[in-house]
């Protein structure tokens, strides 16, 4: 199965930037696509973005639309998700997910069927 490890996490000031990088490894046969969650303390899990890996589409939820971008190192197997404007709201355990195909479609189909990273924490105040 495919691994994930993301990385960039860390603290920041209102309005500031961060960028997050996820590497996998193992067997990424099947996946077709790449996405971010976060979860808030006491809060929901947030679909945040998703790209083909195709690279063919991306989709963002509407609360990091226009400030966020996701993409992706074919050659590093790595996605980014790169967050400007940060806002306090956007303070989260962020993950990277790996979607194998028929699963894609939904968040719910991510969150149940796709490979988790273990998470990277982003604090904005």
């Known amino acids: 199965h495919v691994q994930l490890v993301e990385s960039g996490g860390g603290s920041v000031q209102v309005g500031g930037s961060l960028k997050l990088s996820c590497e996998s490894s193992g067997n990424t046969h099947g996946i077709v696509c790449m996405a971010w969650f976060r979860q808030a303390p006491g809060k929901q899990l947030e679909w945040v973005a998703r790209?083909?890996?195709?690279?063919?589409?991306?989709l963002y939820g509407d609360s990091v639309k226009g400030r966020f971008a996701i993409s992706q190192d074919n050659a590093k197997n790595t996605v980014y998700l790169q967050m400007n404007s940060l806002r306090p709201e956007d303070t989260a355990t962020y993950y990277c997910v790996a979607g194998p195909g028929g699963y894609c479609w939904t968040p719910q189909g991510l969150r149940d069927f796709g490979s988790w990273g273990q998470g990277t924490q982003v604090t904005v105040s």
């Open positions: 790209m083909d890996t195709d690279g063919s589409r991306t």
